[in-house]
């Protein structure tokens, strides 16, 4: 199907993609990963729960880690505007039979809770919790030296049908992948705050959570969390990288987590706030698409993520396939 | 003054800065200049003009560098979010018994004229030209390597009145600096795109433009310049830096074009897209606001300045003093 | 066989590696791609030759590209230090019953023509013509903005015994791999000039140059390159990397010639100079000796490699088997 | 005078400069800043006594912090190449009167203390205790990630004189200032390790010591010690930078250890190692020799350094003056 147009007068107005909770099970092993060797702020924690900010980020958490007994997503966050965007949105996600709760999360305000029609759950809010800046407290800098959340990145059994519905609610596509064979959209970038994306849907056994990821000013930020992870243990948890897309032009690294969710650094990007810029097209079958150096991608970068607490996932029915190393 | 809460709901709908025309009085000079040595791609060129853009724009051009007899700035240029928006703002701009013109102007669809109540000339507009991307063209990068205007800062005779008008229409305050003594604000940060700023003022002869700005990834980039600079015969034409700004955290290069034209090399930034942003407050006599290093600026930074075609300038009331290099 | 005691007393005193000659089959491609794509600077060029040299030599060339019916390996050019040295180099090759020739060269004094026990050819200077530098005129930079030629790289049929070899002309091992099964050395880099190595051999069908590699200063270098490359036609050509070896700690990058003759790029490297440093032992069979971050290189970087005009290859006896991406 | 012919056969063999010995009046503020913000590796401490290496060194020490009651530098420290080198140094320190003493120093083997001409406190040695390398531990990697010792930087109130002197024991000149109208030499820049310098010598009130450096990869270390410090509480131990120097190329920061010794964070560099390599000449009235850029360098950095123990200062007969920022 075609990349439809973008819906310039949403039903209520997302700011930005906010924070993920990742369900993990060892919240000591998360912890080594995501404060010492990524570099992310402890905001708060406990033994059940430890809530990580980014370096440039006032709101009160990017990531929540959550002590569980399986390894999943339990939500997607996002801010919305103005206090109404949210009783907008209640109606809008009701008006589609989604379900619709509004959910007590500390450190933040009103907030509601629904799920996607696949069944990602989603989160709501306009107030969170706003911490002093830390931008400049250059001390406090290690690991990759992450200065914000960038962007989701979910599988989907259904691109375009993801597409059309992240359409309605305002996301803009920047970016696609197109199937030539059958039409069909394999991959879409989707954005919000005026970059590349937000959220972004790729083909395959979905919904499933493929990767968070955060943004990191020069590819030397990349390169030296390489040469941190592989001298301290974590060779293992390098999965693919460090390259450059030709989707998004950005340089990447993917990393994974004790538990196995991805993770990616993502540095370069580009303003994409004009609301007549035009989605940039790409061919499946372009090698360059992946990595415009022309690596191939590992298979488990293909096949492997996080599933969504509460969400079943199901296969695709596009079967094309992308180029995977050998 | 204090600092007036944001305006979320503006009368129109400012998507970002968009362009400046530049009189300058020798085109060929001032074409190596920005060109062969910033690096920035003809898009049109005549014995008259030349239009610009920076190697990630889509726009049809940044820059219009003019050949006139005098060096002054012809226009600030910015893009609103739809056709109505255009409407809008001539209504606005009439409410003010501020002039309304429409204007026809290469490459751009409708265009509204006007001058803000101090006399800088502003042009809005929805449609431009579009062109293909060339940010991948990686063969066309040259000079400082420039990704995109980012912003413009002026000089202004009233601080607090400027940083009033423009919030009423819809800038939000990031950053400002306040002079203790006399309560009232001596500069302002002000953005619509979702960084620090699409427009600041600074306290002094106004109204003038101080600088033009363009976003680079990396501080290699400003030293690349530099040594292309110095070694090229333009070693006058740089007049500060590199240093970090406090105010902005930015890593930074001012350099001026053959007829003094300001520019600044621009690098960090940070995401402002949240609604409820508390801007970060410097006192006037914070020797890091200007450079987080402490280094002070030269004279010429803090009185030279491009005036703007048809706006008589005026000096400031406010007196106050900021750290000046010996 | 354990790595030899360094010869610090050797008949003769080579400064450095100092140039190679390449034949190639296009002389106008190989121009396009070391000129145009790589960045060295043309010094003399007619036809049949083109003299090259990197940013910051004086020597008159580090390449010298040949036009000619088959792509091979002309010499290899080593500089000595002083005038005596140069009938000591004689008289030691002579003793050990190689080829000695004087030759004129161009842009050479006295030039000395020999080979190696395998059949490598070589030369060695002391003079050749001095240029002014240029490692200031940035204006010239450009491609990956080579700053100088760093080390040669060949496979050896018998590590140990090319290690015996030119450990006997002074060259001192910093780093080497060993089979641990047999015993044997399968890589070692040797220095002369105070750096990892100005050669090293790897164990495979011998003799044959695996690459010569130039240094620059930062891993930005390389990516530029591999954007540069992979936008104009060239990515073909990128064979492996970017990444740090283990070994060396060296950030690289692999590229091949229109021909196939490899270059890497080669950022990093560590002062060697003590004459008491202690060699680094690798074992053949850590992942991390290749590439610290844990990727394989391809089959045809173990595999392909440059002949020697006028030498006969032969297998290695020694048959362990690095790691080698599937 | 001209500058002499280096001296390719000195009676001595030195191998690089090795260490220097700072006597700090508080021991625990100068750890502060060589270990935390510098990013220095402490080998062994006691209450009295520092020992810090760099990241790549395997040498036990390049500095000894030693507490004192005055600030003052107690030796500089010279690696020589094998044994029979000491007792030819012996000789010829003793050959021109000057001071012969054989001193049991920690960690060291042999050690030859003397002084140079005009009182430079002066230690040659061959074995220093030899330590596992650390340049892949890449978790230890902090401050401004220095990778090695470079160079010293003396005041001399002669400077031909001094350049003489080292030239006889090996030193060789890459690049000098010239005083065109009294012809003398204001400063020379001499090597024995292969990169522009060992040693340097600026005219002044001498012998002091101006500053040591540390080598790092990067422009980019260097504005991540500039972020640090001015956020630690350092911003006032920044002197000058960073820029770029004409004479090296070297991208350069000065700062200041609590006790005032200033120490250089030095980039770029470049191979030196040819014997017939031509001194590049700078004039005393060129502004980009300090800088290439041509901002100026503050008085302090004209005036200031570090006194040696035991040696007497006077005045430089050479009244020529630099170029000082107002």
């Known amino acids: 199907m075609p990349i439809p147009a973008p819906n310039l007068y949403p039903p209520f107005n997302i700011v930005r993609l906010s924070h993920v909770e990742y369900m993990v099970t060892d919240l000591a092993a998360s912890r080594a990963f995501y404060v010492d060797t990524l570099g992310l702020q402890v905001t708060q924690e406990d033994d059940q729960r430890i809530y990580l900010r980014a370096m440039e980020e006032r709101g009160h958490h990017c990531i929540v880690l959550v002590q569980a007994d399986k390894a999943e997503v339990g939500v997607l966050g996002f801010k919305l505007f103005d206090d109404p965007d ?27 809770r629904t799920r996607d029609p696949w069944g990602i759950p989603l989160e709501f809010y306009v107030k969170m919790d706003r911490l002093e800046p830390i931008h400049q407290k250059y001390k406090l800098y290690n690991g990759v030296k992450p200065l914000r959340i960038d962007h989701f990145n979910m599988f989907s059994a259904d691109v375009d049908a993801s597409v059309a519905f992240y359409n309605d609610i305002g996301f803009r596509v920047t970016e696609y992948t197109a199937d030539d064979e059958s039409g069909k959209t394999w991959a879409a970038w989707m954005h919000r705050k005026g970059g590349v994306h937000d959220v972004a849907f790729t ?51 993917y990393v994974r987590d004790p538990d196995g969710h991805r993770i990616e650094i993502y540095c370069s990007d580009y ?35 996080s599933t969504f607490a509460g969400a079943e996932t199901k296969p695709s029915a596009l079967t094309a396939q992308p180029i995977i190393a050998p």
Not at 86 to 112: N, Q
């Open 86 to 112: 949210l009783d907008k949105a209640a109606e809008f996600f009701a008006s589609r039979d989604l379900p619709v709760e509004w959910v007590d999360r500390p450190h933040m305000g009103r907030c509601l």
């Open 203 to 253: 083909n395959g056994l979905g919904p499933r959570l493929h990767h968070t990821a955060f943004w990191v000013p020069t590819p030397l930020n990349i390169i030296d969390l390489l040469d941190l992870m592989s001298t301290t243990g974590y060779i293992d948890n390098i999965e693919r990288g460090p390259g450059r897309h030709g989707i998004s032009n950005a340089f990447f690294l």
């Open 271 to 305: 303003q994409t706030c004009d609301p007549d810029l035009e989605p940039i097209k790409w061919s499946l079958t372009d090698p360059q698409r992946q990595t415009l150096w022309g690596a191939a991608a590992p298979r488990s970068w293909f096949e492997e993520g």
